[in-house]
Structure formats: structure tokens, C-alpha cells
């Protein structure tokens, strides 16, 4: 289950291990074991119907095809793909679906917020070189907001997602 909101995953963690400790006093449950106790699963079992059977095999050379005819991992021939330019698909797919600008527009503007966040005067000394993850999560937080009011004169519907969505914001960051 894929979650964009911190806060609704960590109930959702809370309450899977919470829900099984719960007490349920249920009155039907007695109906329900006699029912089980009253049903022999034993004669529900597999059956043999042929012993000392054997089978034929055809004498003559064959060639078996493979299980899985695509099978997963790299091949030769497969253009490797870059990991920023799969994360910049991944979000544009996500989030720009309804968005005028084209995909290589999209992606340039997503680089530019990525460089101009870099390029922050607090970036290496607030973030990179803080060794506290939360102080360094609240400084990317900061500095990503920064960054966005900035632009926000450049790329009014972008600006208008992150202000306006939470989900959009959390993803950006990510």
C-alpha cells in the first residue's frame, strides 16, 4: 500500500500491530467451532486412483521452450536508463498528467528546481554537512520552500501544485 502521507502511514503501522491484541468477545463463535468440529476434513484429501503407473516418454530428440520467455534482469541489447530520468518520468506520469507543458519542458523544469536547490546558500552547510537526519530533513524543507517562492513568478501551475497539494509537496521533496 503505497503511502504519501507520513502521518497516515504511521497509523497505519500503529493500528496493524494494535488490531490484533484487541479482545473480540464473540457470541457466535461456539456455532462456529462446533461447525468445524462437525465437518471430517481428513475425507476431503487427495485420493490415488492409479499405482505402479508409468509414463511414456516419446523416444525422439526434442527441444523444450524456456518457462518464462521474458525473463527479468539486464540483456545485452537493453539500453541502460539513467535513475534521475526514471524518477522524472515516475513523477511526471504521477503528478503532470493534466499539465500543458511537454514532457521534455516537464523535465527541464524538474532539473531546474533540483539545481536551484543546490545552488541554495544554506544547501552544503544546512544540509550536506549535517549529520542530524531530522535537522537536515527540516533545512531540505526550508530550502525547497525557498526555492519555490522564487520560481513561483516562472511556473505559476507548478508553484499552484506544490502550495496547494500536500501529497505533491511530500513527493517533490522525496
Not at 64 to 89: A, F, M, S, T, W
Amino acid at each position: 500500500m503505497p503511502f504519501e502521507v507520513v502521518e497516515w502511514e504511521k497509523l497505519f503501522w500503529f493500528l496493524k500491530f494494535l488490531v490484533p491484541k484487541l479482545k473480540i468477545t464473540d457470541p457466535d463463535q461456539d456455532m462456529l467451532d462446533e461447525l468445524l468440529e462437525a465437518v471430517d476434513l481428513s475425507s476431503y484429501g487427495l485420493e490415488r486412483t492409479k499405482l505402479n503407473h508409468s509414463v511414456e516418454l516419446d523416444a525422439s530428440a526434442t527441444e523444450l521452450e524456456p518457462q518464462n520467455p521474458n525473463p527479468r534482469g539486464y540483456r545485452d541489447g537493453e539500453p541502460e536508463k539513467d535513475p534521475l530520468e526514471v524518477i522524472i518520468l515516475t513523477f511526471n506520469e504521477r503528478w503532470f498528467q493534466g499539465w500543458s507543458a511537454t514532457p521534455e519542458e516537464q523535465r527541464v523544469k524538474f532539473i531546474n528546481v533540483v539545481e536551484s536547490i543546490r545552488s541554495h546558500p544554506d544547501y552544503t552547510k544546512k544540509y550536506e554537512e549535517n549529520p542530524d537526519p531530522y535537522n537536515r530533513d527540516l533545512a531540505l524543507e526550508k530550502i525547497l520552500q525557498d526555492v519555490m517562492l522564487k520560481r513561483r513568478k516562472e511556473e505559476l501551475e507548478f508553484y499552484k501544485l506544490f502550495a496547494n497539494d500536500p501529497a505533491f509537496k511530500i513527493a517533490l521533496s522525496q
